[in-house]
T-cell receptor, first 111, second 112 residues
């Protein structure tokens, strides 16, 4: 069974710092990988989707990379802001009913 | 364009009671999903649908039933609620399983 791990579970950084969130998965046979953010008591908001044939995707201050062979993805956040504080989740999809989520990294950006 | 909506937002049930959660999407997506989110366990897939009139089991289907009578709606039913079903339930939709998934705001269910 695919296992998705996100380390660290929590991270605090001062405002303005660049940071990297990590996601690792055990089976490289994936269709895509998606990064989400979740605010407390809210649903998931999609940030970036990387297809298995891609190596990275960018949206504004966010950049996600994918290395299928090593089973790793990173989400890079540039010039962090207090509004970036949230839990960040990654999910890998291996089929219609095979979606696996990590348990997330809770990010706090300190003003 | 409301995206994915869920009804109700909160619900408290007693053990043995039944209820139905409603998910609606206005993006003309074929695929719809029901997940539950529990502390320390991440999101787990309960049931999913690949189109109107179809349903299939996910990772944790026991104790739940679903129906997809209309393309835009996906219903999740609990016939006899148990305390173990206390959770936050999320609905999601996508064009296909390898496209971006869009999530609803969630339903917080407590079973006493």
């Amino acid at each position: 069974k695919q296992e998705v791990t996100q380390i660290p579970a929590a991270l605090s950084v001062p405002e303005g710092e660049n940071l990297v969130l990590n996601c690792s998965f055990t089976d490289s046979a994936i269709y895509n990988l998606q990064w989400f953010r979740q605010d407390p008591g809210k649903g998931l908001t999609s940030l970036l989707l990387i297809q298995s044939s891609q190596r990275e995707q960018t949206s504004g201050r966010l950049n996600a990379s994918l290395d299928k062979s090593s089973g790793r993805s990173t989400l890079y956040i540039a010039a962090s802001q207090p509004g970036d504080s949230a839990t960040y989740l990654c999910a890998v999809i291996t089929g219609a009913n095979n979606l696996f989520f990590g348990t997330g990294t809770r990010l706090t950006v300190i003003p | 364009n409301a995206g994915v909506t869920q009804t109700p937002k909160f619900r408290v049930l007693k053990t043995g009671q039944s209820m139905t959660l409603l998910c609606a999407q206005d993006m003309n997506h074929e695929y719809m999903y029901w997940y539950r989110q529990d502390p320390g366990m991440g999101l787990r897939l309960i049931h999913y649908s690949v189109g109107e009139g179809t349903t299939a089991k996910g990772e944790v289907p026991d104790g739940y039933n679903v129906s997809r009578l209309k393309k835009q709606n996906f219903l999740l039913g609990l016939e006899s609620a148990a305390p173990s079903q206390t959770s936050v339930y999320f609905c999601a939709s996508s064009y296909t399983y390898y496209n971006e998934q869009f999530f609803g705001p969630g339903t917080r269910l407590t079973v006493l």
